[in-house]
């Protein structure tokens, strides 16, 4: 089971940027990472917002309980007949809050 997707998520971001800048230079890396899409672990854009390099994605609520359909719920936590079933999802677009953030950049 996989606990944290969005650090999965900002890591294989990480990488894109690294390979699009052909560098591992903090400052080129930082410069390929503004205004990146990138299509998320668990489905759907997540993307780096250029002025302060915030990451969005889509939320996932989800809630632990017996599963009563592995079809739907295909999530079974070592064969126990427990595990995670979706609840919710909250797109992108919608985790979006404005900033106020006056960011500096290397000269």
Known sequence: SLWYPRAVN??????AAAEKANSLDPVKVAAALEGMKFEVLDGGEGFMRKEDHQFF?????????????????????????????????IDTAQTILPTTCKMKRPD
């Open 10 to 15: 900002e890591m294989r971001m990480f990488k």
């Open 57 to 89: 994605q889509p939320i996932y609520i989800s809630s632990f309980g017996s599963l009563k359909d592995k079809a739907k719920d295909p999530f079974d936590e070592e064969n126990t007949g427990w595990g995670w079933h979706l609840v919710s999802k």
